[in-house]
């Protein structure tokens, strides 16, 4: 089939007012074409964030809905000053300038007079031949003669130094320099390949900015692989933008751009406790004795889950229950609470000849069609490998018709969903809105997991809106939470779920979890203890797997350590549910790659092996079966909380690292929020507090989400003459304790809370007291 190439090759005129630059461009290519003008358009959102589109086909409305976007949450009243200097326009805001070449087309992006984006247009090999293919898209013979836009993208220079990230969860290397990425959701098999649940077409560059590709079509990015000098991306459709974000920080491009494509709303705080599941629990019986089991081991819990067994054989997913496995679920779901377990059910939005959920599906035309006006049935496509459609979510109908089936559940007492899959739409497929998968096929999972997120809010209220999602598109964080499918049962699946998380938090999922142990097969004792670590002190934490995943199933030792390791997140619950309000508020993940917080240091920008809850904790997994780990602790100090040894930053440090301990740290400077460890997550502000404050110097700061003020509060600490100012906000908590440790002994004679002078004794201080103890100070409020 015969393909041709077509370029801009310079701009034949231009217009700039209101924010926008309007220019119409010429074409290179085959001679009929060459007669063709295409419009571009740069529009300016404020004075480092730009919307930029090339129209192949302006004759035809290019306007569509999706992805959605909030163009006023980043709308600024910005002043441009466009100028034209040697044959080059230049749109300049005061922060960044955009310079366009007229005569000969040119396009980059300067900050400070530093380029930090160009296009690529000189990648000649030895023959002289182009490696990158420049603006403009690519034409397909049909029929002999007529021609169709099949694809519009850039080509764009790479730097030596420059590492890139992103592009949704991928579980290859964290740096995408030298990798092809088709953004296109397909079904891994796993978490050791290329392929990807969750693809957001958004990407972030150590040079200091992202870029998000404007589109739900399929996206291809050459990131050095033909050549290492240039990056390309490719869309298929006949329309290609991308909204630019100038940081310079990573954190502020991530800022805007959930501020753009959305945010989440600070998840339910029971859904920060330990999630226990399987494939599958197969009986009310067998899901209650697990229940027992956790409460009489005394591993704390607040969510049991059911995989597709809920359901009767054969109706995967019809959403009705097998009554004979699960008799009278209602008054299950009731004892369950009872005891402070919340139950989620799986789901996929396929739906199973031969039963009744089918044939209404048919009759109202609820279905994805196959282009003849009938159901797309397809083999293997659910649960079981039985026959199914795909529910089709752009027809408000089956919209209302699928909701209705969880609104039943969620009045019965259901408090999540697990959606499951959504990557299955054949590429020729059409849907009730005249879209066909091509542009529908990456967006479908957006469109299901908004449906069963608004309707859980809707039954429980939106401060309990919450799904358990697998796949994603730009826009999915705002329907919290994901993990990250089926990783291997192996050091290097475990491994792979982390790189996949710490992608998925740079392309703007701030909550993340993995299966713990692994999905297919059984873990070995320490594969389990280890990986059981790491997912404790991930955002949100679930076991899952094929086979038990409850940790009694390794033995006794796992027991012990898998308690030690939850009664820590419980402990933790403040300081990870601050950082979910702070995720809420500014679209910051609350787990975070280093290279996030430490963008200027070279050392961070391939790590994926070690992570940052928040800003304080720093976090070492150890990926195999050894008793030591390798940490690289960034900038500042460092103090390992299971022996108080303070580290200078800047350094790879050997840490022992039995199987009963994994490597974390709390920042210098930093003060954590902690409670009592507990069975289960309780609603509002704890009965206690403790601030663990860390000294850097003479200072230590840290916030504290208030749930009963909701609001984010400061707590600080500071060594002035020989005392300790203490400031900490009236909190509606029986007792707040602060423990106090600077490396080395603290030398004072008087500790100050709030203006108020507190009393001095030998130990078990009370509410006003202080005491003093192995150099470290512990003070009640």
């Not at 466009?82 to 300049?92: H, I, K, M, N, P």
């Not at 320099?177 to 392929?195: D, F, M, Q």
């Not at 990926?623 to 940490?631: D, I, L, P, Y």
């Not at 403790?690 to 509060?713: H, I, K, M, P, Q």
Request: hydrophobic content about 35%; glycine content about 8%; aromatic content about 12%.
């Amino acid at each position: 089939m015969r393909r041709e190439r077509l370029t801009v090759s310079g701009v034949e005129s231009y217009e700039v007012a209101d924010q926008t630059a309007q220019l119409t461009c010429a074409v290179d290519g085959p001679e009929a074409a060459t007669e063709r003008l295409w419009p571009v358009t740069v529009r300016f959102y404020n004075d480092r964030t730009f919307r930029f589109e090339l129209r192949t086909n302006p004759e035809v409305d290019a306007d569509r809905p999706y992805p959605e976007y909030d163009e006023d949450e980043i709308t600024e009243p910005t002043d441009i000053a466009a100028s034209e200097r040697d044959g080059t326009l230049y749109l300049d805001t005061g922060a960044m300038t955009v310079a366009i070449g007229l005569d000969e087309w040119e396009f980059r992006v300067e900050r400070d007079d530093r380029t930090v984006f160009t296009e690529q247009r000189s990648d000649l090999d030895v023959f002289g031949e182009s490696r990158a293919e420049p603006l403009g898209g690519t034409q397909e013979q049909i029929n002999h003669n007529p021609r169709r836009m099949t694809e519009t993208g850039t080509a764009f220079q790479l730097h030596p130094d420059e590492k890139l990230y992103g592009v949704g969860e991928q579980f290859v290397e964290f740096d995408r320099r030298g990798r092809t990425i088709e953004a296109w959701h397909e079904e891994p098999l796993g978490t050791e390949t290329e392929r990807a649940y969750k693809n957001i077409p958004f990407h972030l560059s150590t040079r200091g900015y992202g870029l998000l590709v404007d589109t739900t079509a399929k996206v291809t990015y050459d990131f050095g692989t033909e050549s290492t000098a240039s990056g390309s991306i490719a869309v298929e459709d006949d329309v290609f933008a991308f909204v630019f974000f100038d940081g310079p920080s990573l954190k502020s491009v991530l800022r805007r751009y959930t501020a753009l494509t959305g945010r989440p709303d600070r998840p339910p705080k029971w859904s920060f406790g330990t999630w226990m599941s399987r494939l599958g629990y197969e009986s009310r019986e067998e899901l209650e004795a697990v229940a027992d089991r956790l409460r009489n081991e005394e591993i704390p819990c607040d969510v049991l889950h059911l995989d597709p067994f809920w359901m009767p054989p054969g109706e995967s997913c019809t959403l009705e229950w097998d009554t004979e496995q699960f008799p009278d679920p209602e008054e299950m779901i009731e004892g369950l609470r009872d005891r402070n377990f919340r139950l989620s059910l799986w789901e996929h939005p396929h739906v199973p000849v031969g039963t009744d959920a089918f044939a209404e599906g048919v009759d109202g035309g609820y279905f994805v069609t196959d282009g003849t006006g009938k159901p797309y049935v397809m083999d293997r496509t659910c649960q079981g490998d039985y026959r199914g459609a795909l529910v089709d979510f752009t027809n408000p109908d089956a919209v209302t018709w699928w909701t209705d089936k969880h609104r039943r559940l969620l009045e019965m007492g259901v408090s999540v969903f697990k959606t499951d899959y959504g990557e299955y739409v054949p590429k020729d497929a059409v849907f009730h809105d005249g879209t066909s998968g091509r542009l529908t096929h990456n967006l479908y999972p957006y469109l299901y997991n908004k449906a069963v997120y608004e309707t859980v809010g809707e039954v429980h209220g939106a401060d309990e809106a919450l799904v358990w999602g697998r796949a994603a598109w730009t826009g999915s964080q705002k329907f919290p939470m994901h993990w990250g499918g089926d990783p291997q049962t192996s050091w290097n699946g475990m491994a792979a779920a982390l790189r996949g998380g710490l992608s998925a938090s740079l392309s703007g999922i701030a909550f993340w979890s993995h299966d713990i142990g692994g999905f297919r097969g059984t873990p070995s004792e320490s594969l389990y203890i280890r990986w059981a670590q790491f997912g404790l002190l991930s955002s949100n934490s679930r076991c899952h797997g094929t086979t038990p995943r409850e940790p009694w199933a390794f033995g006794e030792e796992a027991v012990s350590i898998f308690r030690k390791y939850a009664q820590l997140r419980y402990r933790l619950l403040p300081y990870l549910y601050t950082y979910a309000e702070i995720a809420a508020r500014t679209g910051l993940p609350a787990v975070r790659p280093l290279v996030l917080e430490y963008q200027d240091d070279p050392r961070t920008h391939r790590l994926d092996t070690e992570y940052l809850v928040g800003e304080d904790l720093l976090v070492a997994p150890v990926f195999e079966a050894e008793t030591t780990r390798s940490v690289y602790l960034p900038d500042g100090e460092w103090t390992h909380y299971w022996d108080g040894i303070r580290y200078t930053g800047g350094q790879t440090v050997e840490i022992d690292a039995p199987l009963d301990t994994m490597p974390i740290f709390q920042k210098a400077g930093s003060i954590l929020p902690t409670q009592p460890p507990a069975q289960h997550v309780q609603s509002g502000t704890p009965e206690a507090l403790t601030f663990w404050c860390c000294l850097e110097g003479d200072s230590a700061s840290g916030r504290y989400y208030d749930e009963d003020a909701d609001a984010l509060v400061t707590i600080t600490a500071e060594i002035r003459d020989s005392s300790i100012q203490i400031n900490v906000p009236d909190l509606a908590t029986d007792r707040v304790d602060i423990e106090i440790e600077a490396g080395e002994p603290i030398d004072v004679s008087d500790v100050i809370v709030n203006g108020e002078t507190v009393r001095r004794v030998d130990d078990d201080p009370g509410p006003g007291e202080w005491t003093e103890s192995a150099g470290s100070i512990l003070v009640v409020v």
